[in-house]
């Protein structure tokens, strides 16, 4: 081959590609475990443990198998953790009500898990839709969803789950003004170590169904449209963020995080707090229902689509895949 016709470049960054030595050494952008927290679906019972066909290798567990679900999560060095209760229907009311009863399922798993294993970090859902005969996340009345009635609920719920051992209470509702409202329900109650990680930018997303399956947690009419933010705005999720920031959140969330990784990094760009992101229920369908099929190299995407969240710009990432990739790791 004749050399003198190559071109004359001055800057070839293929030359920082060339070895896979070279390309650790520069590489921008890592993911650990350390970054990850897996959600956990709780169920009443003894011994007991559901499939949820839309999620496949999550199930729904009694408490005594949670616990060795985490048990088994720490070893392989998973440090985080956000249960999510699965409730009956005649455990259901209007006001959620079972949210904060001392012996219900949540409260009890939450004082448990700080129990037997202290060293976790443990984010509680505040939220009334799990709880709630409607389906929503607010009281509803006349088919309307009720913003400052339901703070009063939130703020009860968030105190029970500081009570019984939170490190964060994260209310997921998108009701104005829920983040000032429970901080000051926290602090006047004397606990001003209980942070508060805020759903912030919590789209009204269609990717959620295979969560909703899982809880069995759909709202029984309509949507959620006017509390959840649409998937056209972007400006919107920087007025959302600014109200948490000013109201005391400590970390702000993005929900769900492929279709929003610009979200991501909006938020990153212009906050000084700590940004999560939640590799939602729908994202991990998709990915697994395409690996099942041989389309995709499932683990490959598996870490491409984490390493993507954390490049935009996540400290936290929520993802069902947590646990199979730190036993990759």
Not at 77 to 100: M, N
Request: aromatic letters at 10%.
């Amino acid at each position: 081959m004749d050399t003198s016709q190559f071109i004359q470049l001055t800057r070839r960054p293929r030359r920082l590609r060339q070895s896979v030595a070279i390309r650790n050494l520069v590489e921008e952008t890592q993911i650990h475990t350390k970054d990850l927290v897996q959600p956990l679906f709780l169920m009443s019972g003894q011994n007991t443990k559901e499939d949820i066909p839309s999620m496949p290798n999550i199930y729904r567990l009694s408490l005594d198998l949670l616990l060795y679900e985490v048990e088994d999560c720490l070893k392989l060095g998973i440090q985080a953790f956000a249960p999510f209760p699965y409730l009956p229907d005649h455990e259901k009311d209007h006001l959620a009500t079972r949210s904060v009863q001392e012996d219900g399922l949540y409260l009890n798993a939450i004082r448990m898990l700080k129990q037997k294993f202290p060293e976790i970090c443990l984010f509680t859902d505040v939220a009334m839709d799990p709880y709630s005969s409607d389906g929503h996340d607010g009281i509803v009345e006349n088919d309307e969803i009720l913003n400052d009635e339901t703070l009063v609920v939130l703020g009860k719920m968030a105190l029970a789950q500081a009570q019984a051992g939170a490190d964060f209470v994260a209310p997921s509702d998108m009701m104005d003004g829920r983040v000032g409202y429970i901080r000051e329900v926290l602090d006047q109650a004397g606990y001003h170590k209980v942070g508060i990680m805020a759903y912030t930018a919590k789209y009204a997303s269609a990717f959620y169904g295979p969560f909703r399956d899982a809880l069995q947690s759909a709202p029984k009419f309509g949507d959620k449209k006017t509390y959840q933010m649409n998937p056209a705005n972007s400006q919107e999720a920087l007025v959302e963020a600014e109200l948490d920031f000013l109201e005391g959140a400590d970390m702000m969330m993005v929900k769900p995080a492929l279709s929003y990784l610009d979200i991501i990094q909006k938020l990153s760009q212009n906050f000084n707090i700590p940004i999560a992101a939640y590799n939602v229920s729908g994202e991990y369908a998709m990915l697994k229902a395409a690996a099942q099929n041989k389309w995709i190299d499932g683990d490959r995407v598996a870490h491409e689509i984490l390493l993507s969240i954390k490049r935009a710009g996540a400290k936290v990432i929520f993802t069902y895949l947590a646990k199979e990739f730190a036993a990759r790791s």
